[in-house]
């Protein structure tokens, strides 16, 4: 299960057309952590078909494996988790490395807090700048002790307890991460845990939770939600299914949107409602998608999505969404350079703490690329061109997203765009490179041959 950060690598992606094909992404990686950790937490074994092979939850993999769950991948291809009951993970030996992975290290705090042992919590350039008090301080208030005290940065040495005690949370921000994490904690908190979010994020901690046996409510509350978990009650290992990433689908999706003559299906995409806002925009800008064969798989709404060339005119994206598209921006944002008119895009303060600060590297990568975009405040304004010049070396400061995004601009601008470092895509979508060239797409390292002959050999 050893991996290695790939070295730095650019990339470049040159003017494609007539994407066309069907293909498979990669699992979603929100759920396949949570499959793994709720796996290592349950007794008996949890068997996860589709989990995402990408380094964040590899990551994810190897803490709960040095915390002394059983992890292990099967021939073929599923994992095999064997849980070790709540409350029976044992003390690591090393540093639990969580990478580039935010949801990973904040999960695994709301786990850790709860076993009487000492962790030290530490991850790569990125992640050690990111935030960690939004989570560190409900958890501290259950009983979470940090050896490092004041600092809310990783490296962090966290010492959990035996004896938590169970809170009232009020999400001060819209992040399902931190309320993962609460909801986490509050597992080994004896009597009720509760967490009110103003705004709905991501559900699949709260299902998941219910599939695996715990006692679970959701509950409309002023005009947001309350969902509130009984501490202390066994979990019961589950087989998991875990469907394709629509963050990852997103991609595809737009580059076939932007490209002449394309038609791309992609198949078996995760469409919870609280994942899809991003597909709610492209349909406001008058983008041709299509979901279809619409099915339910493991309690969470699946479906094909189909997407071709369009004319897209530009939208107000209101800051209620941000919560189901958060990590799109950065695509939207580029496709918004080729709409006709004004994309607004609000309530965007949340893009500054990302993987980088998203709301800087989109507006610099895209004036570098001569498109004209500019932030003010939380707000992203993108003004529309007939057409987009390229030809820049795109900054993507560790982020896998901001690679990707600029990586399919480049399919639709007159000149190619570069990303300095492609290497963090492993991240959450190790596959990018090769299902977009297997749908037609012109993606080479600079200075290699155009591989638009390979390309083509899909169909
Ligand atoms: C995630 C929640 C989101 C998202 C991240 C995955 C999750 O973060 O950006 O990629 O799996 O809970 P926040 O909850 O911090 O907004």
Redesign the pocket.
Known sequence: MSTHAADVRPLMSRKSGRLQGAVVVPGD??IS??ALILGALAEGRTRITGLLEAEDILCTARALEALGAGVERDADGAWTVTGRGLGGLAAPAGDLDFGNS??GA??MMGVVAGHPLAARFTGDASLQKRPMG?VLAPLQSMGLAIEEEGRNTLPLTLVGTGDLVPISYRLP????????AVLLAGLFASGETSVIESEK??D??EKMLRYFGAEISVEPFEGGLRIALEGRRTLQGQPVAVPGDP?SAAFLVAAALITPASDILVKNVLVNPTRTGFYETLAEMGADISFENEREVSGEPVADIRARTSELRGVTVPAARA?SM??EYPMLAALATLAEGETLMEGLA?LR??ESDRLAAMVDGLVACGAIAHARGDTLTVLGLPKVRGGATIKTHMDHRIAMSFLVLGLATEEPVTVDDASMIAT?FPEFRTLMQQVGATLDEPGQASNEARGKDHE
């Open positions: 990686k929100s952590h949570r935010g949801t904040r999960l939004r921000v819209p992040s399902a991460q931190v309320k993962s994020s991501r699949h901690t963050s919560p958060i990590d949340e703490v990302k959450s």
